[in-house]
Nanobody
Framework: VQLQASGGGLAQPGGSLRLSCAVSGFTLTYYTIAWFRQAPGKEREGVSC???????YYADSVKGRFTISRDNMKSTVYLQMNSLKSEDTAVYYCATHGGCYGGTYKHQEFATWGQGTQVTVSS
């Protein structure tokens, strides 16, 4: 079971990035995927979560700016990030083997993690 996060990089404030989480070793259809992020000196926080029935959940700080989606045929989950702000700067991780729990998901509840991809928002 592996998750591979990619798509991070440098973006200007107001810009966009799309993160991808490619999964292997299991059928994506049957699993919840969540995105988390961790900025230097801060605790890892939930960003977005998509359940097996395609229900989606977002942190208040990213609602209306980020969109999570899944392509089960490509075994990939995406996080489209628009209107980026400097406070979005962090390492972003995708994770599975956990649940969205109506939006109350926490990083401690996810068992399998990708390696992280750095997102830097700066002018």
């Amino acid at each position: 079971v592996q998750l591979q996060a990619s798509g991070g990089g440098l973006a200007q404030p107001g810009g966009s990035l799309r993160l991808s989480c490619a999964v292997s070793g299991f059928t994506l259809t049957y699993y919840t995927i969540a995105w988390f992020r961790q900025a230097p000196g801060k605790e890892r926080e939930g960003v977005s979560c998509i359940s097996t029935d395609d229900s989606t959940y977002y942190a208040d700080s990213v609602k209306g700016r980020f969109t999570i989606s899944r392509d089960n045929m490509k075994s990939t989950v995406y996080l489209q990030m628009n209107s980026l702000k400097s406070e979005d700067t962090a390492v972003y991780y995708c994770a599975t083997h956990g649940g969205c729990y109506g939006g109350t998901y926490k990083h401690q509840e996810f068992a399998t993690w990708g390696q992280g991809t750095q997102v830097t928002v700066s002018s």
